[in-house]
């Protein structure tokens, strides 16, 4: 009797839980958060990926509980503000383990090892989704931003460090170990020479495409051949000044970041790769690369895309919101 009002219990659970499910996904109102080290960031996106509000609160610091409630009190006014119940999606730094559902990888180590899904879960009385910001830039890219109606779409993100994200036919790639794209940690292809055995990454392995395609990654490859040194942003203001130390340094960069894309086009054949985060906004690599990456690519021709953000810095948390589809 008890067995069978057990089952009867996790059976109504169960469709409560579906029935939540689809109770968010028909409504219209998509609330996004992006998670990081310094703030919580909030968007409320209408099904049409019109902005309706948005609002930030600082990250508190060491505090995993203090950051969960600041997250429910950012969705519990906008709610109060919009006047509706949204669905929730969050994208922060780390991965969410599928085996344990607790989150790794997060540069705010607070939350390393916390069940941070399931708590949010609770707090919020509904269906929570995460996914890691590269995962969110991608979305967000592939479905009303500069990939739009694209149906294989790789998202980069090129910043402090690098990170990636595949979205197939609208819906995020992801996988039983939370790290489809990431290939920041893969070897630079194709290396020369002079690149290897390459720079020590703080992942433990050396050489890898992050050490040589990050902000940081540009200035020392740079700093190293000068022995000056730049910040990415002024190399590349000093080459587009003719400045030709500064030009050598992006054109490696470029050759680089064809090789790499090269492996991930070989692997994932995207209808287009889209760049974010600060690098992202040098516009010489949209022409460029794609006129190097044919030599590395295993095709006779190469029509993927290469293209800047629509939605830039937006994208993360907009992504977010996405995690419940339009
Ligand atoms: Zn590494």
């Known amino acids: 009797m008890t067995v069978f009002g057990m089952r009867k219990t996790r059976k109504a659970t169960v469709e409560s839980n579906q029935l939540e499910h689809s109770r968010a996904r028909a409504g219209g109102l998509r609330l996004g958060i992006d998670l990081g080290g310094t703030k919580i960031e909030l968007i409320a996106l209408a099904r049409d990926g019109t902005e309706l509000l948005r609002r930030r609160l600082a990250t508190p610091q060491g505090d995993y509980e203090g950051t969960l409630r600041?997250?429910?009190?950012?969705?519990?006014?906008?709610?109060?503000?919009?006047?509706?119940?949204?669905?929730?999606?969050?994208?922060?730094p780390g991965a969410l383990s599928r085996a344990t559902g607790k989150l790794k990888n997060s540069n705010s180590v607070c939350l390393n090892g916390r069940p941070i899904l399931e708590d949010l879960q609770n707090l919020l009385e509904r269906p929570v989704r995460m996914a890691n910001d590269?995962?969110?830039?991608?979305?967000?890219?592939?479905?009303?931003?500069a990939a739009a109606g694209m149906a294989v779409v790789f998202g980069?993100?090129?910043?402090?460090?690098?990170?990636?994200?595949?979205?197939?036919?609208?819906?995020?790639?992801?996988?039983?170990?939370?790290?489809?794209?990431e290939w920041g940690h893969n070897p630079l292809p194709w290396p020369a020479s002079e690149?290897?055995?390459?720079?020590?990454?703080?992942?433990?392995?050396?050489?890898?495409?992050?050490?040589?395609?990050?902000g940081p990654g540009l200035a020392l490859d740079y700093t190293e051949r000068s022995g000056t040194r730049l910040e990415g942003p002024e190399i590349v203001a000093r080459a587009a000044a003719g400045e030709e130390a500064c030009e050598a340094a992006l054109r490696r960069y470029e050759d680089r970041l064809a090789r790499s894309l090269a492996h991930v086009l070989n692997l994932v054949d995207p209808d287009a790769v889209v760049l974010g985060g600060g690098l992202s906004r040098c516009a010489r690599w949209y022409e460029n690369v794609p006129k190097l990456w044919g030599k590395y690519v295993f095709s006779d021709r190469v029509d993927t895309r290469l293209l800047p953000p629509r939605h830039g810095d937006s994208s993360g948390v907009r992504g977010a919101a996405w995690l419940w589809g339009r």
């Open 195 to 214: 690149e290897l055995p390459g720079r020590a990454c703080y992942c433990g392995k050396r050489g890898c495409i992050e050490t040589f395609l990050s």
């Open 134 to 145: 590269a995962d969110c830039f991608a979305l967000s890219e592939a479905t009303d931003g």
């Open 156 to 181: 980069v993100i090129l910043g402090t460090g690098v990170g990636g994200g595949i979205v197939a036919h609208g819906r995020l790639l992801q996988g039983p170990n939370a790290i489809a794209g």
């Open 70 to 92: 600041a997250i429910r009190s950012l969705v519990q006014q906008a709610e109060t503000e919009l006047g509706a119940r949204g669905t929730v999606g969050i994208g922060t």
